[in-house]
């Protein structure tokens, strides 16, 4: 479907969205001060070798050290990024491989952590967006998440075209071009040779410790990873980004340049489609339907559940009818916020239950229709016995939630906190806990001011009958910087 780009940039953070029909579909965000080092490629030097570890230390610039094992030394065989031909390369030991003052071409893999370098392979590949360029390593390869059935003809199709000239390099078919067409997968072979003489051209030039190459960042990933036949209009907010982008496109995207423009209207862009407030609403759990339905949505650690409900929806002839208007209404809402949310890994959706095996089928190829859309690969499963609908959608990056969220420090990522009176009785329980270990002259109760509000009115007389019991005075403080779960007990 045709859609639109915005871009908002500030030198903090990047951020882009995706529109279609006027609707916010993708939000994709990067902030410059967590943007990390893999995938970039160094001009290298051994400072030290490690026989022991079978490893050694490489300086690439930076503050640390970073960190190559022997096993990340390429030797010539089909690398780890190719696929298993069944026979295991012979291991050299590091030592007979590197020495120390050497000079070295590295990629990071890893980036670096606490006191820990990064990690370093000497196997360089560079990611496009169908595929991922291997100019160490002649071997034509393709996804093992591709069906079986067709990597064969993908293989001869890409060895067709990589090996159509006298240049080098291997290719490894990427999941998501496994529907590519040759002009595709041609146009991004041109593109990942382009960067690499770029790289080499740096490596003859730059002194050692240099930088030769730096992943894309958000806006130039926006033209090589989301531009399409169907894009119409790429608006950015600022001049000078405006201007670098175009100077890449001209480079790497001749054909995206023509839809690039300068955003300069007064109102803010993302303001164009309220996208700041699509975005709120993409935190919560609730999504409301035009119809009056409604989704709940939660996202756990092992899997996403989606619920379906009529909400104030009676518009419809029958309740069978109003049900079915609504799950397909919901199909089409879902696909949608997978997106938005960027949710992946297993997603269970609890449609509601139809009667009619048709309205079911209905419902599921709607559902199918709007995931088709989506670049990010997806498998979806028919109504299950329960009536549930099982999906996979492939994990690209953090969710939106991740991103711009972190678990509350009330709740600790529950969602829920206990009601003031069970915090209450907990803290008479853990009064008699204490005077029964302890002999203090008395006992001085931290809490909420909803808490102590409780303690003091409506349960005044079990603390008072409490502090009878055990013999010691009990005083209450009210602490406004703390949740209603949380308290503290002083022995006085």
């Given amino acids: 479907m045709p859609h639109d780009i915005l871009i908002n940039w500030s030198p903090q953070e990047?951020?882009?969205a995706l529109v279609q029909?006027?609707?916010?579909q993708e939000i994709h965000i990067e902030r410059s001060l967590e943007r990390g080092l893999v995938g970039n490629i160094y001009a290298g030097r051994v400072a030290r070798v490690l026989p022991g570890m079978q490893s050694a230390f490489i300086d690439i610039g930076m503050e640390r050290s970073a960190f190559l094992h022997v096993?990340?030394?390429?030797?010539?065989?089909h690398g780890k990024h190719a696929e298993a031909d069944g026979q295991a390369a012979p291991v050299v030991p590091i030592e007979k491989q590197v020495f120390e003052g050497q000079s070295l071409m590295v990629q990071v893999i890893k980036d670096p952590i606490g006191s820990k370098g990064a990690r370093l392979s000497t196997q360089i590949s560079i990611a496009g967006r169908l595929l991922v360029f291997l100019p160490q390593d002649n071997h034509i390869g393709v996804s093992q998440k591709i069906p079986l059935e067709l990597r064969e003809s993908l293989r001869k199709r890409l060895v067709h075209l990589a090996h159509s000239d006298e240049d080098k390099g291997g290719f490894i078919l990427r999941t998501n071009g496994e529907d590519a067409t040759d002009a595709q997968l041609q146009e991004d072979i041109d593109y990942l040779r382009k960067t690499w003489a770029k790289v080499k051209a740096a490596s003859k030039q730059l002194a050692p410790k240099s930088l030769l190459h730096q992943d894309l960042n958000l806006l130039q990933r926006v033209l090589r990873d989301m531009v399409d036949e169907h894009t119409q209009t790429i608006r950015i907010d600022s001049q000078e980004q405006h201007t670098m982008l175009q100077q890449f496109g001209k480079e790497f995207m001749p054909s995206a340049v023509a839809k690039l423009s300068h955003y300069k209207g007064e109102r803010p862009i993302f303001d164009l489609f309220n996208i700041d407030e699509e975005i709120q609403q993409a935190l919560g759990r609730k999504v409301v339907l035009k119809s009056g339905g409604y989704l709940i949505i939660d996202q756990t650690e092992a899997l996403t559940t989606v619920d379906v409900n009529t909400g104030g929806f009676v518009g419809a002839r029958n309740f069978e009818d109003t049900i079915y208007k609504t799950n397909l209404e919901a199909a089409g809402a879902i696909a949608r916020q997978l997106r938005l949310r960027n949710l992946?890994?297993?997603i269970v959706t609890d449609f509601i239950d139809m009667q009619s095996a048709e309205h079911r089928e209905s419902v599921l190829a709607e559902f199918s229709k709007h995931l088709s859309r989506d670049k990010v690969k997806t498998s979806i499963s028919p109504f299950s016995a329960l009536g549930l609908v099982e999906m996979t959608r492939k994990r690209t990056r953090e969710s939106l939630a991740q991103l711009l969220c972190e678990p509350c420090s009330h709740c600790q990522g529950r969602g829920i906190v206990n009601t003031a009176r069970t915090t209450a009785y907990n803290i008479l329980r853990e009064i008699l806990r204490e005077a029964r270990q302890f002999s203090p002259r008395e006992f001085r109760v931290l809490a909420s001011?909803?808490?102590?509000?409780?303690l003091q009115e409506e349960e005044s007389l079990h603390l008072a009958g409490l502090s009878e019991f055990?013999?010691?005075?009990?005083?209450?403080?009210?602490?406004?910087?703390?949740?209603d779960e949380q308290f503290?007990?002083?022995l006085l």
């Fill in 344 to 346: 992946g890994g297993v």
């Fill in 449 to 454: 001011p909803k808490v102590i509000d409780l």
């Fill in 470 to 483: 055990i013999g010691k005075p009990i005083s209450l403080q009210a602490e406004f910087g703390i949740g």
């Fill in 488 to 490: 503290n007990i002083v």
């Fill in 14 to 16: 990047t951020r882009v």
């Fill in 21 to 24: 029909n006027g609707a916010l």
């Fill in 71 to 77: 096993a990340d030394v390429f030797t010539g065989v």
